[in-house]
């Protein structure tokens, strides 16, 4: 029966795949709490100096916001840059640029 041992070995490379595949969604996961963490805590609307500051704060908070979506979805590493462009902004923000 060559049907079925093709099949055994199809089915045993998914299920590695698919294991490598949930072994990596954590390989960003710290790095995401902490980038987050971060940036809530540099977040001060009352530090954004001038519209340009203004702006680059509302950049920053959407970026956060979209980052808590990542990190809910288990999508750490688009959660990690996410973050880490919102700690840009918030720089940014406080140059008022």
Request: aromatic fraction near 10%; charged fraction near 25%; charge should be positive.
């Amino acid at each position: 029966m060559p049907g079925r041992k093709t099949l055994s070995c199809f089915s045993l490379i998914a299920l590695t795949l698919t294991l490598s595949a949930c072994a990596g969604k954590t390989q960003f996961r710290s790095a995401c709490d902490k980038e987050i963490d971060a940036a809530w805590s540099e977040l001060s609307i009352a530090k954004a100096d001038g519209f340009s500051g203004t702006v680059s704060y509302t950049k920053a908070l959407s970026l956060i916001t979209a980052a808590r979506t990542m990190q809910a979805v288990e999508n750490f590493d688009n959660c990690y840059n996410n973050a880490k462009d919102a700690r840009f902004y918030i720089r940014e923000s406080r140059k008022g640029q």
